[in-house]
């Protein structure tokens, strides 16, 4: 059974500071690893996915990568604006279904 | 223009209560999906359809039943509804097992 784990669950960066957050899963059979944002009351918008054959992908200021051997996945947010703060979710595509991970709620401090 | 739609947004109702949540998607998706997320905002996979047809029922209580009309529509009825219910249900679709587009959430409160 997949098992999807963030940590840490809470993080406060001042603004323009670069960060990195964290995903690791138990199972390395996934089709893919999707990372999602959502901001308080609203929806989840997707923001990079990356396939199992992949190593990263690149949007913008954000930069995941994954390493299927180590079930681990990283999101990389360059110079860190108040307009990222959101809860950040990492989720593991597999059988048909994501397994979503807790979730790391961003802070950016202005 | 929207992607992913579902209704309604809210849903309040009394225990024992029968309601429904619709979800229709343009994006020409084979494959819907319903998830929950729950007061600490765990998200979990209920159910997945491909085709129309159930892949995936991740022991739900049977008092949920999806029902797909059509590749475009899933919809999630629920028969007396409990206190537990509670919860934001949002729908998603994706080709095969690509990428997931989630809709905005149908915020059901049981009272």
């Known amino acids: 059974k997949q098992e999807v784990t963030q940590i840490p669950a809470a993080l406060s960066v001042p603004e323009g500071e670069n960060l990195v957050l964290n995903c690791s899963f138990t199972d390395s059979a996934i089709y893919n690893l999707q990372w999602f944002r959502q901001d308080p009351g609203k929806g989840l918008t997707s923001l990079l996915l990356?396939?199992?054959?992949?190593r990263e992908q690149t949007s913008g200021r954000l930069n995941a990568s994954l390493d299927k051997s180590s079930g681990r996945s990283t999101l990389y947010i360059a110079a860190s604006q108040p307009g990222d703060s959101a809860t950040y979710l990492c989720?593991?595509?597999?059988?048909?279904?994501?397994?979503f991970g807790t979730g790391t709620r961003l802070t950016i401090i202005p | 223009d929207t992607a992913v739609s579902q209704t309604p947004k809210y849903l309040v109702t009394q225990m024992g209560n029968d309601k429904s949540i619709k979800c229709e998607q343009n994006l020409g998706h084979d494959t819907m999906y319903w998830y929950k997320q729950d007061s600490k905002k765990f998200l979990k996979i209920m159910f997945s359809?491909?085709?129309?047809?159930?892949?995936i029922n991740e022991t739900v209580p049977n008092r949920f039943s999806p029902k797909s009309p059509d590749k475009a529509h899933l919809n999630l009825h629920i028969n007396s509804l409990e206190l537990g219910d509670s919860a934001v249900y949002f729908c998603a679709s994706s080709h095969r097992s690509y990428e997931q587009y989630f809709g905005p959430g149908t915020r059901l409160t049981v009272t």
């Open positions: 989720a593991a595509g597999g059988n048909e279904k994501l397994t």
């Open positions: 990356i396939q199992s054959s992949q």
């Open positions: 359809y491909n085709n129309k047809e159930l892949i």
